[in-house]
C-alpha cells in the first residue's frame, strides 16, 4: 500500500515525503531504489492548506476558503531511514531517489526484525497489533536498561512484565522495592525471595560504618578510636557475647567504658556524639543474627528487598552495601579466572524510585556505586534497570550509561529534554511523540532492539500491589457499611420490644 512519495532533497538518514491520506506516526515503510528495500519509521506528519495560511487574518475571507478549497488541503511528512531489510538493516550510502514510492511494511518483514536470539516480548507495535515486539535479553543484562515515565502511564506494569519475562530464563533479579509493590506479586514464570532490609554488622568494613557515623577523613585521632571500638564489637558479635542487635550501640558502649578509663578523652566524647547522632537514623538497620544479602539471592526467582518501611538514609546505606559488595564479589571471580563463578554471580539489579537513590543534584553513596555498577558492571556480568517517573531528577551520569530505554508517556519539557540529553538514539520527532501516547504505550529504543518502536506493552499477567487506589469506591461503601449497622442496631432494639 503507498502512503507517500519522497519530494524534495533527501539525505542518508531522512526524507521528506507528500501523501493523499493520512499514515501514522511511528509505522514502519519501505521505499525500493538502487536495487535496494529500505525500512524506515514515519517520525513527522503535518496536514496543511496553502491557501489557508496563517497570514490571512480576515474570518469571512478564510470561512470562504474553507468551504471550497478542502481538497487543496495536503499532507506532509518526514521517513527516519533505519537501514536496508536485505543487508542486515546497514545504513545505505545512497540517499533515496525523489519521487520514490513509500509503501507500508508488510507484517512478514517487521516480524523477521523482531526475531531475536534471547526474546523477551515486550508487547505488540502500536500501529499493528499482529506483530509482536520482541527485544534481546543480552544486552538489557549488559548494557542497561531505564524506564521512564511519568505517573499513572504505566511503568509499573512494564517492570513487570520485564521481571516475569527474565525469570523464564532463569536470570537472578534484584530488586530494591522503595513501596512494597513486589514483595507479594506473583510471577507466572518464578516465585518472589523476599528480603529483609537487615545488615549484618560482620559483612560491613570499617569505611562503611565510618561513613555512617560521619567521621571525616581527615579526623585522624578520632578515627583511631573508633577503629579500636569497631573491631572490638566485631569480636564481639563473633563471639556470641554481643548484647544487643544494634551494632553502633556496641561500639558506643565500649568507647564510653573507654572514655572512663582515660579521663573522659574529648576526641572519645566527639565520636560517641556522632554516634550517638547517627543511631536514630540506622538503630534498625543491623542485624547480628542476619546473613549475607548476596547470599540468599536465589537464582530464577524475583529478589525483592523490602524498602517500604525504612527511611531514606536506611535505603541508602542498603543498596550502596550490596552494589559494592556485589561488585567486589565479581572482580574476585574475575581476578582468579574463574568464568563460571563470574556468571554464577550475575545479578540483574532493579532500582524504583532511582531519582531518590541516584538523584541528579546531591551526592550520595547509593548514588556513587549506581554510577560504578552503571560504567563497569557489564564487564563482571552485573546489570541496571533504572525506573523513575521523574527523569530530571535522575543522576545524568548514570542514566547516560543506560544503552536501552523504554520510555512511556512524558509530559513535562525539562523530563524529556534530560531523556534526550542522556540518550544519542533518541530524537527530537520521537521526543514530540511523548505527550501523545496513551497508558501502556512506550518508545523501545537502544541495543536491545534493532530498530526504533512504538510499542503496546503487555498486560501483566501475574499480580501484584502499586495500582491506584480507588478512595471513592472505598467511602461509598464505608457509608453504605455504616447505613447497615444502623438498621441492624434499629432491628435488634424493636426485636427487644423497644420503640422509638
Known sequence: MVVGICIGETSLTEVTFISNQMPKVGEYVTMEYDGKLVLGMI????RGNDALNVDINDFKAIQKISRIGVEDNYIRGKVKILGDVNDDLKLPRTPVVPGTEIK?????????????????????????????????????????????????????????????????????????????????????????????????????NFYEIKKLVNIGGNSFI?????????????KMISDGVAHTNNF??????????????????????????????????????FDNNAGNILSSIKK??????????????????????????????SKDAAHNGDKDKLLDNSVFFILEEAHILAPNKRDSDSKRWIQRIAREGRKFGLGLCLVSQSPKTVDHDALSQM?????????????????????ESLS??????????????????????????????????????????DIVSHFIRSIEKEEEELKKAEKDILDMGYDY
Open 428 to 469: 527530537q520527532d520521537l521526543i514530540n511523540q511523548l505527550p501523545s501516547l496513551n497508558v501502556g504505550e512506550a518508545i523501545v529504543l537502544g541495543l536491545m532492539t534493532r530498530v526504533p518502536t512504538l510499542v503496546k506493552i503487555d498486560k501483566f499477567k501475574g499480580r501484584r500491589h502499586g495500582d491506584d487506589m
Open 104 to 204: 507500508l511494511a508488510d507484517a512478514s518483514i517487521l516480524k523477521e526484525i523482531f526475531k531475536v536470539k534471547h526474546p523477551i516480548k515486550l508487547g505488540s507495535l502500536v500501529n499493528q497489533s499482529d506483530v509482536d515486539v520482541n527485544v534481546d535479553a543480552n544486552p538489557i543484562l549488559s548494557r542497561h536498561l531505564a524506564i521512564l515515565a511519568m505517573t499513572g502511564a504505566g511503568k509499573s506494569n512494564t517492570v513487570s512484565v520485564l521481571i516475569d519475562q527474565l525469570l523464564g530464563y532463569n536470570i537472578p533479579i534484584f530488586v530494591f522495592d522503595m513501596h512494597g509493590e513486589y514483595k507479594d506479586a506473583e510471577f507466572p514464570n518464578g516465585d518472589v525471595n523476599v528480603i529483609k532490609p537487615k545488615i549484618n554488622p560482620k559483612y560491613m
Open 222 to 234: 578520632q578515627e583511631r578510636h573508633f577503629r579500636r571500638a569497631f573491631k572490638q564489637a566485631k
Open 403 to 423: 544503552n536501552n530505554m523504554i520510555i512511556l508517556r512524558l509530559v513535562e519539557p525539562e523530563d524529556q529534554r534530560h531523556v534526550q540529553s542522556a540518550s
Open 43 to 46: 517520525e513527522n506528519l503535518i
Open 248 to 285: 553502633l550501640q556496641i561500639i558506643y558502649d565500649i568507647l564510653e567504658m573507654d572514655s572512663r578509663e582515660e579521663g573522659s578523652d574529648k576526641q572519645i566524647v566527639d565520636v560517641m556524639n556522632k554516634i550517638d547522632d547517627s543511631m536514630d537514623k540506622y538503630s534498625n538497620l
Open 300 to 329: 530464577a526467582q524475583a529478589n525483592v528487598l523490602d524498602l517500604s518501611q525504612v527511611d531514606e538514609s536506611v535505603a541508602n546505606v542498603l543498596v550502596s552495601h550490596i552494589l559494592r559488595n556485589s561488585l567486589q564479589r
